[in-house]
């Protein structure tokens, strides 16, 4: 009668404990490839997604995020906050909206497919009026580490505006002897107006001593950068709607209603041509916004560390 006897439930937990202690093994293997750079954080989703009771599909977004170099845990839970998924989610798990979101995250950022980066030199661009002097302001406020490059106009000073702060400004005469030396990393007329032009000196010594360094230039510039450093990383900036881009620059009041019509005009070829860019940004609130670009040099940051 012994031999059908049911199994003892203590056999039964033995036989469960070591199914899950192979099932973490298994995870910290995945994370571990992910961490090396062996498998890709995309690749992993991928195969939840095909198989969500597997390995993969058992393994909790928030232990995916970690693994992959770039990401301490802070900036995870500011992830998923920002994706809108719960830290107990795990992939197999994650709704089709969840699902697409982290996929966009996660393809959006080629540097995390790699699991390590190449730039330390962000460009931020974007519309007329969407906020990037704010944001930039904001940066070298509260983000002192990051280098904010120093532009030369040939634009007068506005009130309150501080030479070598917010701008070197030069004569014409001048900034013609800076291009035909050969000291701007690139320049551009913007607005049809006046020229400005990133001064090379400032930008090579900080990165050459592994400092990130934020340009913020108009879409010319930005593809002048591009050009002369592939390396560099361009993050264009979105306002939340075309009506708040509209009321920001009539907000801050610092055009003639003509200027403001030009400058809409031109701000609808700029917003097409925001698939050009790495990376997008949506300004809803200046210090998310700033964070999100910051977020992307630490990131810079990881790839020298050995
Ligand atoms: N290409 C290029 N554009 C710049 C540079 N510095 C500033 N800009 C752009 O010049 C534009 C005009 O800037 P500004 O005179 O401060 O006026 P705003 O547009 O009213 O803020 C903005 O789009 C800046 O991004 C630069 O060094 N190179
Ligand atoms: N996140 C934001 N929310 C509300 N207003 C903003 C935000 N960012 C910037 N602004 C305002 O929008 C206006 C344009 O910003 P600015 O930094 O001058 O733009 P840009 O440098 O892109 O031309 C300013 O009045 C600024 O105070």
Redesign the pocket.
């Known amino acids: 009668m012994a031999e059908n006897r049911p199994t003892p439930p203590e056999v039964d937990r033995v036989a469960a404990s070591r199914a899950a202690v192979a099932a973490r093994r298994a995870r910290a293997k995945v994370k571990a490839e992910v961490a090396s750079g062996e498998r890709t954080a995309l690749e992993v989703l991928a195969t939840a997604i095909k198989d969500p009771i597997g390995v993969e599909g058992r393994l909790r977004v928030t232990e995916l995020l970690v693994s992959i170099p770039a990401i301490g845990v802070t900036k995870m839970q500011r992830i998923i906050h920002r994706l809108e998924i719960s830290p107990s989610k795990r992939l197999g798990g994650l709704g089709r909206h969840q699902r697409d979101r982290l996929r966009d995250f996660l393809s959006e950022r080629p540097t995390l497919r790699h699991g390590v980066a190449d730039s330390k030199l962000i460009v931020l661009a974007?519309?007329?009026?969407?906020?990037?002097?704010?944001?930039?302001?904001y940066i070298r406020e509260n983000y002192p580490d990051v280098l904010l490059s120093v532009s030369a106009t040939t634009r007068a000073p506005r009130p309150g505006e501080t030479e070598g702060v917010s701008y070197y400004f030069v004569s014409d005469d001048e900034f013609d002897r800076m291009v035909a030396g050969g000291e701007l990393l690139e320049w551009a007329k913007v607005h049809n107006a006046y020229r400005y032009g990133t001064p090379r000196g400032p930008v090579d010594t900080a990165i050459a001593a592994g400092n990130s360094v934020l340009l913020?230039i108009d879409l010319q510039g930005a593809r002048a950068v591009r050009r002369a450093m592939p390396e560099a990383r361009l993050v264009f900036?979105l306002p939340p709607s075309w009506d708040?881009l509209v009321r920001?620059?009539i907000?801050?009041g610092?055009e003639d209603a003509a200027e403001q019509a030009r400058r809409l005009e031109t701000a609808k070829l700029e917003l097409a041509a925001q698939g050009e860019f790495d990376y997008r940004v949506i300004?809803?609130?200046?210090g998310d916004?700033a964070r999100e670009v910051v977020d992307l040099m630490e990131i810079r940051a990881a790839s020298s560390m050995p």
């Open positions: 974007g519309p007329t009026a969407v906020g990037k002097g704010t944001v930039a302001g913020e900036l708040e920001r620059l907000g801050r610092t300004n809803h609130d200046v916004a």
